[in-house]
């Protein structure tokens, strides 16, 4: 069965430091998304993503984040300048954006920012 | 705005028990809704949806839910637990009527334990 892939599983990174979150979507679907979870909280939403550009952001989503979908197959999040408060579980998930309209979610990062 | 509210932080159920996990809603128009488990150090799976149509939808591992448009639920059910039901479980809802807006509002998370 076809499955959303995340790497690295743990990224542990300084302050200040630019980090990238890699994702490999469902090959077949149109729709992407990032969402991330601080420890003990809810899910909440960051991004989407459709036709190469940002469909929707959250109000977390301000300017140190961008995404990217280099190739045909990944979808990256990049955080320019961590903060300690972006320490989290960042799931990156994806559909097909036409019959079905569940979103599949991937094992997800856990981000350290130390 | 849409909102979900789950209002047990945990749900206690001995095997072979009947279980529910409560979910409500709150969207301006008509709701998608959803179910995700998530197991330890694991992803959110997706369990079952709630679209249109028949207002009992089944869905994974023997799990179902109901939606009731007057109470504004979806609660999630199974017939008899099983000591691996034990897991987090997340109600999500998307706006029906807001279709530029694909962005899934989870609710807060109820721990189910199951117990042998």
């Known amino acids: 069965e076809p499955e959303v892939t995340q790497t690295p599983s743990h990224q542990v990174t300084q302050m200040g430091q630019e980090v990238i979150l890699r994702c490999v979507p469902i090959?077949?679907?149109?729709?992407f998304y990032w969402y991330r979870q601080i420890l003990g909280q809810k899910v909440e939403f960051l991004v989407s993503?459709?036709?190469?550009?940002?469909?929707?952001k959250s109000e977390i989503f301000d300017d140190q984040f961008s995404v990217e979908r280099p190739d045909g197959s990944n979808f990256t999040l990049k955080i320019r300048s961590t903060k300690l408060e972006d320490s989290a579980m960042y799931f990156c998930?994806?559909?097909?954006?036409?019959?079905?309209?569940?979103?599949?979610f991937g094992p997800g990062t856990r981000l350290t920012v130390t | 705005a849409q909102s979900v509210a789950q209002p047990e932080d945990q749900v206690n159920v001995a095997e072979g028990n009947p279980l529910t996990v409560k979910c409500t809603y709150s969207?301006?128009?008509?709701?998608?809704l959803f179910w995700y488990v998530q197991y330890p150090n694991r992803g959110l799976q997706f369990l079952l949806k709630?679209?249109?149509?028949?207002?009992l939808v089944k869905g994974s591992y023997g799990f179902e839910a109901e939606f009731n448009k007057s109470q504004t639920s979806f609660h999630l059910k199974k017939p008899s637990a099983l000591v691996s039901d034990s897991a987090l479980y997340f109600c999500?809802?998307?706006?029906?009527?807001?279709?530029?807006?694909?962005?899934?509002?989870f609710g807060s998370g109820t721990r189910l334990q199951v117990q042998p």
């Open positions: 993503f459709y036709n190469n550009e940002i469909s929707e």
């Open positions: 090959s077949n679907h149109l729709y």
């Open positions: 998930a994806s559909s097909d954006g036409l019959s079905s309209y569940e979103q599949y």
């Open positions: 969207v301006s128009g008509n709701p998608y």
């Open positions: 999500a809802v998307r706006d029906v009527r807001d279709t530029g807006r694909r962005a899934l509002t």
């Open positions: 709630y679209i249109t149509g028949d207002n």
